[in-house]
Every structure is written in structure tokens, then in C-alpha cells.
């Protein structure tokens, strides 16, 4: 299963686009790049996923580079209820297995 | 539609003892999951569930480690004996395709 990197953690501050970066170099043809996100005492929550064109619904943004190797996911417009644990993950779209890394923790600030 | 329930919320027992841990997936979700999330890290896949059958359970540790799924809809997690390094929130989670939703947890603490 291909991993992810992530940085540890991030600020942003309330109303501004929050950007959190994901690279995946190893990452196969048949994999999908999903993101999730935990907010503190909470299971994780389903944001986005995508294989390699860019997405987008009513939470965030997903940009995928053109050679897959990294991706981009974007908050538009960021809340304090944003303030969370994001995970990227790479696995088969048909396997539903998840491998969680440590994750991004993304501060939002007022 | 009714989220993922999962009960109890928190336990706490000694080690040695044996606990368990329900839960009920939301209606019509074939797919079932047990993660393990120790404090600072990310959820641990342990066992996974297709209607009532084992698709992975390379993680779980069998020898303390059960789960079971009848009738293909709710499902238990068994650990017996419990150890100290059990300590963490047991999460489960249940989807239809390709989006996993995810329970409460429930919070074990191992004395």
C-alpha cells in the first residue's frame, strides 16, 4: 500500500483558504486519494476523494498533480469548526481499506 | 438516516478482564470495520466485514482478539484477556461504497 506524507501540523486563520498538502510518490495506477478528517472526539468524517482529476463538493476541493505523485486538499473558506486532524490516504477504490497516517493538524484561528 | 451507534461510550476494566464492544451500522451497509485509535496516532484497521463474512483481519490480534457479524448487520468486538496497551478508542465504521462512516468510538481504558 503506498504511504502518504503530511506535515504535522498548520494554522490558518478563520475566512481564508486553507491549503493542506499530501505527497504520495509511490502511489499505483489503480489508487484513489481520499481525504478524511477528525474533529476532536470524533470518528473520522469522510471529505473528498478523487484518482486524477481535480474534484470538488460542498466541503473542499481536491487537486491532483498530473503526475499523481501529490495532491492538494482546499478549504475555501475556513471555520473554526474546521479546526481537525486531516488524513490524505491512498488505497484501491474497491478495497475500502484505509491506512491512516498521523495526519495534519489544521488550526483554525480567529 | 441514523448514524453509526456504538455502545458502550467509555469503559474501564483491569487488565486480565475480558470486555466487549457493539455496534450497529447504519441500515443497508453491507461493508463493517473495526479500527483501533491509540492516543496520537491514527485509527488501526483491525477487521473487516463483507454482509457477514471476514474480508481482512490481518491485524487483529487472535489471540485476545474476536469479532463477530450474524446476520450481517450489527457486530461485536471481544478482548479477552485485556491488556494495558489495549488503552485506546475502538471505532467502527460502515459503508455501501466507496465512503466510510464512522461511529463515536468507544473509549477503553485498561487499569
Known amino acids: 500500500d503506498a504511504k502518504t506524507t503530511q506535515p504535522t501540523s498548520m494554522d490558518c486563520a478563520e475566512g481564508r483558504a486553507a491549503n493542506l498538502p499530501c505527497n504520495h510518490s509511490?502511489?499505483?495506477?489503480?489508487?484513489?486519494v481520499y481525504w478524511y478528517r477528525q474533529i476532536h472526539s470524533q470518528g473520522p468524517q469522510y471529505i473528498i476523494h478523487?484518482?486524477?482529476n481535480n474534484e470538488t463538493n460542498e466541503m473542499a476541493s481536491l487537486i491532483i498533480t498530473e503526475d499523481r505523485k501529490s495532491s492538494t486538499l482546499i478549504l475555501p473558506h475556513a471555520t473554526l469548526r474546521d479546526t481537525a486532524v486531516y488524513y490524505c490516504?491512498?488505497?484501491?477504490?474497491?478495497?475500502?481499506?484505509?491506512?491512516f497516517g498521523q495526519g495534519t493538524t489544521l488550526q483554525v484561528k480567529p | 438516516e441514523a448514524g453509526v451507534a456504538q455502545s458502550p461510550r467509555y469503559k474501564i476494566i483491569e487488565k486480565r478482564q475480558s470486555v466487549a464492544f457493539w455496534c450497529n451500522p447504519i441500515s443497508g451497509h453491507a461493508t463493517l470495520y473495526w479500527y483501533q485509535q491509540i492516543l496520537g496516532q491514527g485509527p488501526k484497521l483491525l477487521i473487516q466485514f463483507q454482509n457477514n463474512g471476514v474480508v481482512d483481519d490481518s491485524q487483529l490480534p487472535k489471540d485476545r482478539f474476536s469479532a463477530e457479524r450474524l446476520k450481517g448487520v450489527d457486530s461485536t468486538l471481544k478482548i479477552q484477556p485485556a491488556k494495558l496497551e489495549d488503552s485506546a478508542v475502538y471505532l467502527c465504521?460502515?459503508?455501501?461504497?466507496?465512503?466510510?462512516?464512522f461511529g463515536p468510538g468507544t473509549r477503553l481504558t485498561v487499569t
Open positions: 490516504i491512498v488505497c484501491p477504490s474497491n478495497t475500502g481499506k484505509l491506512i
Open positions: 509511490t502511489i499505483s495506477g489503480n489508487e484513489y
Open positions: 478523487g484518482l486524477k
Open positions: 465504521a460502515s459503508s455501501s461504497d466507496y465512503e466510510q462512516y
